[in-house]
């Protein structure tokens, strides 16, 4: 696992946020924190979780100022250098999910730079 890819090349839009999810590994949720969010992923901080080594998890988040709950799968791309969190890249989205995602992101968003 890279930290801080030296490849980065995310484009598009990301919003700062203070969002609790739960993040599934081996079919169990774990509290977690988010502090921005794109259309193709997010930063999330682990805040009780065990060590694992998985990669791929399941993610359930509800976007602020909305009542729909968000399931996606996600992968860690990277490791967090000073903090315990790490990038996570959404995997597979339902289109409805992902309709609602970039609905907020048009309205609460910035672009990379």
């Given at each position: ?34 502090s ?30 909305t ?20 990038g ?26």
């Amino acid at each position: 696992m890279e930290i801080f890819p030296s490849n980065d090349t995310r484009v598009g839009r990301r919003a700062s946020v203070d969002l609790l999810l739960n993040k599934y590994l081996n079919g169990r949720p774990y509290l977690c924190r988010a502090s921005n969010i794109s259309r193709n992923g997010m930063l999330v901080h682990r805040i009780m979780e065990p060590e694992s080594e998985d990669l791929v998890m399941g993610l359930q988040f509800q976007l602020p100022d909305t009542d729909r709950i968000i399931t996606c799968v996600g992968r860690v791309i990277y490791e967090h250098e000073w903090i315990p969190a790490q990038g996570i890249q959404i995997t597979s989205i339902s289109p409805e999910h992902q309709g609602l995602l970039d609905q907020y992101l048009q309205g609460e968003a910035t672009p990379y730079g």
